[in-house]
């Protein structure tokens, strides 16, 4: 299966050894060889890079680590195709726009039967993580119809609704982010031949003081006036640290390095 990483910052922080290690689980440690990609926020907007390649063997994955990007929200995502092809447009993190604003997501797992519903985007291409993702935007377009954001809560009640629905098809663990937020549903995930099992995520919380540069858990943190938190989500542990397993079907939602929602079904 693929594998996930995902960072929500009170203040902008750049992933350093945490990307490193992830791109290495891409084709060098690991089998997750059929594309990489990452996204980051800046505001409403997200950009990022996508390549239907090896992560361990691209000059972009490194340039990223050396470049030192920083931003509130990082989404990344290596992946070992199940569904459709190796190619750039099945390649993980997507990203549209809803609301006049920029929508990440990723997932890892197989979801079996799960087609686009009508709704304000259609796959480009065929995987089943790219039609969850029009899933769920379906499920929140009604939330960004208006002229103002919607609350936090309603948006986290649309994403707990499509994540109970899509487990059902199969492991479905998923990182979304529209800017704000950063929400995170954990499931089940192959954690060796012939088995899938929970966690299919797990967590990991950390505060400094500031101002200095710090790092934990792969992550170097820009020196800023206030102390510094980040959460950080990951398909397994990056570091010796005390990561926290998602329970079967847990939601958690992060915004500004806080966690602001969990709960399990």
Known sequence: MCE??????????????????????????????????VAWFEGAAATGVREPRPAVDSA?????????????FFVAHIRKATQGGRSL??????????????????????????DAPP???RPVGDTDSEAAFCALLAELAPLWAGAEPPG?????????????RTRELGPANYLYCDGDALFAHGNRR?????????PGLHRLERRCAAPQDHAFAGLSVEGRDGEQAVVLFASVPLSD???????????VVARAGEVVAAFRP
């Open 4 to 37: 996930l990483l995902g960072m929500s910052a009170r203040h902008p922080a750049t992933l350093t050894f945490s990307l490193e290690e992830f791109a290495r689980h891409g084709g060098g440690t690991g089998p997750h060889a059929d594309g990489w990609g």
């Open 60 to 72: 972009c994955a490194r340039h990223l680590v050396q470049a030192r990007v920083s931003a509130p």
């Open 89 to 114: 447009a099945n390649t993980q993190p997507f990203r549209r726009e809803l609301g006049g604003r920029d929508h990440v997501f990723a997932h890892n797992g197989d979801l079996k039967g799960l």
């Open 119 to 121: 709704g304000p985007c």
């Open 152 to 164: 936090l809560d309603a948006r986290v009640e649309a994403f707990a609704r499509f994540c109970a």
């Open 190 to 198: 192959t954690q060796r031949p012939g088995e899938v099992a929970p």
């Open 241 to 251: 640290e005390g990561w926290t397993p998602l329970a079967e079907g847990e939601v």
